[in-house]
């Protein structure tokens, strides 16, 4: 797997976000999301509760696919089945699924502000803490800072994955700015079902 993978799927979510009148696919946005799945697995145990986050919702959401055409409509469903904060509904999943990519991005921002040689803990310390930290327990917190102390430096990271760090961190700053309007597309969509995004 390759960066740039990453870089080119959520380009294409951000040309339909930034298309009038378009509504994002379930499939195209779980499947862009998916892309993540192998570094959270290289990343191990750094990552661990990425699993509960991140990986199994969206999971749900792509077995929500077939029968769902977009994000909207899957929320607009739960919002008619009354059962939008219900735990394991797929509105919740997308919540939690939008933390996810939250922390991504910024955990991507420091990354690029970092040394080659330098670790990864502390990036990944500041982008769990701005975004995970405030709606995790204790417990999870702990353990997640504790894992974040096995992380790989910047140079060996690329390495793994057979990358550059001249070509990773240009697929990287792609992949910063399309998630950014995928992530405002969430927001708006959440607020202006007036669900709120702090729950």
């Known amino acids: 797997m390759k960066f740039k993978e990453i870089a080119d799927a959520f380009g294409e979510l951000a040309v339909i976000v930034n298309t009038p009148n378009s509504d994002v696919p379930v499939k195209l946005f779980s499947h862009a999301c998916s892309r993540f799945f192998l570094i959270f697995t290289v990343l191990k145990p750094a990552f661990k509760f990425a699993e509960n986050d991140y990986v199994s919702k969206v999971n749900d959401l792509a077995k929500a696919s077939p029968s769902t055409l977009t994000l909207e409509a899957m929320v607009d469903r739960d919002i008619e089945a009354k059962c939008v904060r219900k735990v394991g509904s797929h509105t ?6 939008k933390r996810g990519l939250e922390m991504i ?5 420091e990354l690029l502000a970092t040394e080659a040689d330098s670790p990864l803990k502390d990036a990944a310390y500041k982008a769990y803490n701005q975004v995970f930290g405030p709606h995790h327990g204790w417990a999870i917190q702990l353990a997640a800072s504790t894992g974040f102390g096995s992380l790989l430096s910047k140079a060996e990271l690329f390495r793994m994955f057979n990358e550059t760090e001249e070509t990773a961190e240009i697929h990287i700053q792609s992949y910063v700015s399309a998630s950014a309007t995928a992530i405002a597309y969430l927001d708006y969509l959440f607020l202006s079902k007036n669900l709120g995004i702090d729950w």
Request: hydrophobic fraction near 45%; aromatic fraction near 0%; charge should be positive.
């Open 92 to 97: 919740r999943n997308l919540l939690r699924v």
């Open 105 to 109: 991005r910024v955990l991507c921002e």
